[in-house]
């Protein structure tokens, strides 16, 4: 086996590559569009089954170096942090405690359903969890920080299930979130009722802003100062002990500044919610994509087919079957509703980065939704975490 590893300059420029034949793919195949699959899956897809190829004809492995695509998720959710304003946090008020109880409530039954899948294969209820809420919901980063707890419990191949669960959700999050909401959105003739606003951003000025080299740096300035903010305050968390993602705290410090820093200072130029500031937070987001889909190794998933496909297979439907009876009419079964539906499915089984880029096919394809672009990244990128954290311990003791 021959081992190529590409480094982060290349894989940043590879990245962008792939997002390019993913657009590319977009413009030529109709049904790609019609079911709101985002360019950087599409072409991210497309990269991951060429690496599959090297690995099973030429016996080459290929693995990137990823530092640049973690820094473009930090500035994503930094991004989204400096849009949201307390007053739209008002208005998501009952939406979002909704979204977040629901969401909250399937952390549980992800592990269920599981649970109930590995009973049904003859496998230890412990790799059910690791099909559950630890790799789908949780993602890459939870699967490998707890495979550790997992091995403890007599599962010595926890890392490898728990990447493996990771990578085939990522897969079908990206895939099933355009699908269903352009079936909510046809059967119930749904339409965006804010025409005024950019894609996700709720926005008053688009047509006199002018977008230059100035309203650029202007906004890698402020997300630099709330990232360097964001990672002192999260360095300090961590030697307390109390540990979270740094794009939370980015995240988090960016709501505040937004708010605060506009009204203390009056005479400055903020960039919240300006053609600038959704330039670079759509770079960040459709390179982040592309290069997390390019990188799946897809032959590790190989070794573990069958069982485990099967509880991903079960996993798939009961989060379209959540989606569709539970999720949509709680959430009002509005246009909004099926926005968030997309994203549920992309965060659900894969990553907010995904339920963000579902949201956005979807939005471009039928008009805006702001509220959402509020009320997801809160609910998933703080609320989850913490919470997912106490159910699988729970599930272990179990």
Known sequence: MTEIQIDSFVAYTLGIVVYFVGVHLNRKVTVLRAYNIPEPVSGGLVAALVTL?????A?????????????????????????????????????????????????????????????????????????????????????????????AQGIPNALEIGVASATLGLVVASLIGGPIAKLLIGRYRLKSSDEKSVVGIGYAKEATETLNHMSIMRVILVLHIAIIIGWLINDALSRSGFKLPLFVTCLLTAIVMSNTVPLIFRRITWPARTRALALVSDFSLGLFLAMSLMSMQLWTVAGLAGPL????????MAAVLFILFVLFPAMGKDYQAAVLSAGFGGFALGATPTAIANMTAVTKANGPAPLAFIILPLVAAFFVDITNAFVIRAALAL
Do not use: C
Request: charged share 10%; glycine share 10%.
């Open 53 to 57: 190829a090297l690995y099973v004809l």
């Open 309 to 316: 496909l099967l509880i991903l297979l079960l996993q798939t």
């Open 59 to 151: 016996n080459v492995e290929v693995s990137f170096e990823l530092d640049t695509r973690d820094r473009l998720l930090v500035y994503f959710f930094t991004a989204i942090g400096l849009n949201a304003r307390v007053s739209d946090l008002i208005r998501g008020g009952k939406p979002l405690a909704i979204m977040l109880v629901l969401t909250l409530s399937y952390i549980v039954v992800q592990n269920v359903v599981g649970m109930s899948g590995a009973s049904l294969v003859g496998l230890p209820a412990e790799i059910g969890i690791l099909a559950g809420s630890t790799s789908l919901i949780g993602g890459h980063g939870t699967a490998i920080a707890w495979a550790p707890d997992f091995v």
